[in-house]
């Protein structure tokens, strides 16, 4: 069964250091999303991407972030400059259609940890 | 902002038991999506749910999307240890979904 792969499944790194996740959507997939969840949270939304271009962002999605689809199959989340707030886990996740009317396949997620 | 309610919180059955949580919205909702994360992992889709009063079942588990479409429901039946977890209901939010608090579910042998 197709399935939304991450790497890596964990990354520590230094505050103001830039750190970059990668996804690998379910092929057939069109639209792309990144989440985040702080130990012992619900589940937030970050950002959607469709046809190259962020579709939606919340307000965590501020200027430090940003995504990229650098090639066919890889769908990127970078954090520039991260800060001891931006330790999470990050999940990737990937629809056929637009996510608001279809469902979303997660990925295992990404342990973000920065000292 | 749309805002996801889950109760309860937490619970703790015995092996066996039947189970029910359920999910309220502050809006209407015309999708609904139920997920189970274990701990280190990613939300994993039990069910989804696109017509209000639907009924859909996935093995043991049941889940109703109520006729107001600002709740529904999750039951899981005959629990078993590896049912353990938190369930989260979802609801569409323009592109995306907003998620509710879960409910963690513990099963004692």
């Known amino acids: 069964e197709p399935e939304v792969t991450q790497t890596p499944s964990h990354q520590v790194t230094q505050m103001g250091q830039e750190v970059i996740l990668r996804c690998v959507p379910i092929s057939n997939h069109l639209y792309f999303y990144w989440y985040r969840q702080i130990l012992g949270q619900k589940v937030e939304f970050l950002v959607s991407f469709y046809n190259n271009e962020i579709s939606e962002k919340s307000e965590i999605f501020d200027d430090q972030f940003s995504v990229e689809r650098p090639d066919g199959s890889n769908f990127t989340l970078k954090i520039r400059s991260t800060k001891l707030e931006d330790s999470a886990m990050y999940f990737c996740?990937?629809?056929?259609?637009?996510?608001?009317?279809?469902?979303?396949?997660f990925g295992p997620g990404t342990r973000l940890t920065v000292l | 902002g749309q805002q996801l309610n889950q109760s309860p919180q937490s619970m703790f059955i015995q092996e066996g038991e039947d189970v029910s949580m359920n999910c309220t919205s502050s809006s209407i909702f015309n999708t609904w999506l139920w997920y189970k994360q274990e701990p280190g992992e990613g939300p994993v889709l039990l069910i989804a749910?696109?017509?209000?009063?639907e009924l859909t079942s996935n093995g043991r588990l049941t889940a109703q999307f109520g006729i107001t479409r600002k709740d529904s429901f999750l039951n899981i039946s005959a629990s078993i240890p590896s049912d353990v977890g938190i369930y989260f209901c979802a609801g569409p939010n323009g592109q995306n979904f907003v998620f509710g608090p879960g409910t963690r579910l513990s099963v004692l042998p």
């Open positions: 749910l696109y017509k209000a009063g």
């Open positions: 996740a990937s629809s056929e259609v637009a996510g608001g009317s279809t469902e979303q396949f």
